[in-house]
């Protein structure tokens, strides 16, 4: 599976982000897809995720209430919305895949597929 991410930019702080991120080379439904995001000399950290139909999501506390992840398995894409961002939201926004079989997890290491990273920067 190969992914792309895009969508990222500068906004200020309070404002709104789309990210999205669009799959080929498999059968996109079969993957839980995730959002994750790392700033320099940080580890990369859980974001948000969602199962394979679009039922099943999972945020990070951090971003609770204010990010919406959501897909369309037709256009093989998983979004990321981004409301109400503070300059804390700011890093590299990496999407990644795993097979709904696998068991569900925030761990960066135990997803398979990732994509190249689109920057966010809220700016106070």
């Known amino acids: 599976v190969q992914l792309q991410a895009f969508g990222g930019g500068l906004v200020q702080a309070g404002g709104s982000l789309r990210l999205s991120c669009a799959a080929s080379g498999g059968t996109f439904s079969n993957y839980r897809m995730g959002w994750f995001r790392q700033t320099p000399g940080k580890e990369r950290e859980f974001v948000a995720r969602i199962g394979g139909s679009g039922v099943v999501k999972y945020y990070d506390d951090s971003v609770k209430g204010r990010f919406t992840i959501s897909r369309d398995n037709a256009k093989n894409t998983v979004y990321l919305q981004m409301n109400s961002l503070k300059p804390e939201d700011t890093a590299v926004y990496y999407c990644?895949?795993?097979?709904?079989?696998?068991?569900?997890?925030?761990?960066?290491?135990?997803?398979?597929?990732w994509g190249q990273g689109t920057q966010v920067t809220v700016s106070s």
């Open positions: 990644a895949a795993v097979r709904t079989t696998a068991v569900a997890t925030t761990t960066p290491g135990r997803w398979n597929y």
